[in-house]
T-cell receptor
Framework: GAVVSQHPSWVICKSGTSVKIECRSL??????MFWYRQFPKQSLMLMAT?????????EQGVEKDKFLINHASLTLSTLTVTSAHPEDSSFYICSARDDRGTSGRRSYNEQFFGPGTRLTVL | GEDVEQSLFLSVREGDSSVINCTYTDSSSTYLYWYKQEPGAGLQLLTY?????DMKQDQRLTVLLNKKDKHLSLRIADTQTGDSAIYFC????????FGQGTELSVKP
């Protein structure tokens, strides 16, 4: 199957600093990438959807100025948590999908998930 | 709004079958998915079913879909300790909605 990586896998930062998380599709081109947030023992909450070369679409209640998303290429999307605070501590997971018809993966709209990034804000 | 619900916990003995249930509200979902999440890891797609199917079998996994009742289930035959994880169902029609996750505990 397709592989999606995230970097870093975990990060600890001080309150007020910014943290950038990278999501890369390693062996396919991702026309769409998704960013999720997961609290302990809870489900994944979709934060935003990004398409390569265009602005991300944020879910209701997600601050676009706080969670900056850039999908600069077909293999890389970044999530920057600006001025992080302890309440931003969470597990952030990205997923990637190739929506183009020729890839074969579009047949069932499969997303491929990254391994997640654990963010702890002190 | 759209919603997906699952029971939170399931405990079974090794070798038994596990059945994880999910209900959803969006009747226009094209595909429905089951994912497995091990501690501290991302999600792994286990299987999916197209909305015009009633059943799909893939080795130890059987997915049943009742569109009338908007009910989806995942049956794991001969459950092993390595199956212990959290299982999420997901509906999709553009928007991707996850259930809360069912924590499966397999006792030896």
């Amino acid at each position: 199957g397709a592989v999606v990586s995230q970097h870093p896998s975990w990060v600890i930062c001080k309150s007020g600093t910014s943290v950038k998380i990278e999501c890369r599709s390693l062996d396919f081109q991702a026309t769409t990438m998704f960013w999720y947030r997961q609290f302990p023992k809870q489900s994944l909450m979709l934060m935003a959807t990004s398409n390569e070369g265009s602005k991300a679409t944020y879910e209701q209640g997600v601050e676009k100025d706080k969670f900056l998303i850039n999908h600069a290429s077909l293999t890389l999307s970044t999530l920057t948590v600006t001025s992080a605070h302890p309440e931003d501590s969470s597990f952030y997971i990205c997923s990637a999908r190739d929506d183009r018809g020729t890839s074969g993966r579009r047949s069932y709209n499969e997303q491929f998930f990254g391994p997640g990034t654990r963010l702890t804000v002190l | 709004g759209e919603d997906v619900e699952q029971s939170l916990f399931l405990s079974v003995r090794e070798g038994d079958s596990s059945v994880i249930n999910c209900t959803y509200t969006d009747s226009s979902s094209t595909y429905l998915y089951w994912y497995k999440q091990e501690p501290g890891a991302g999600l792994q797609l286990l299987t999916y079913i197209f909305s015009n199917m009633d059943m799909k079998q893939d080795q130890r996994l059987t997915v049943l879909l009742n569109k009338k009742d908007k009910h989806l289930s995942l049956r794991i035959a001969d459950t092993q300790t390595g199956d212990s994880a959290i299982y999420f169902c997901q509906s999709s029609r553009g928007k991707l909605i996850f259930g809360q996750g069912t924590e499966l505990s397999v006792k030896p």
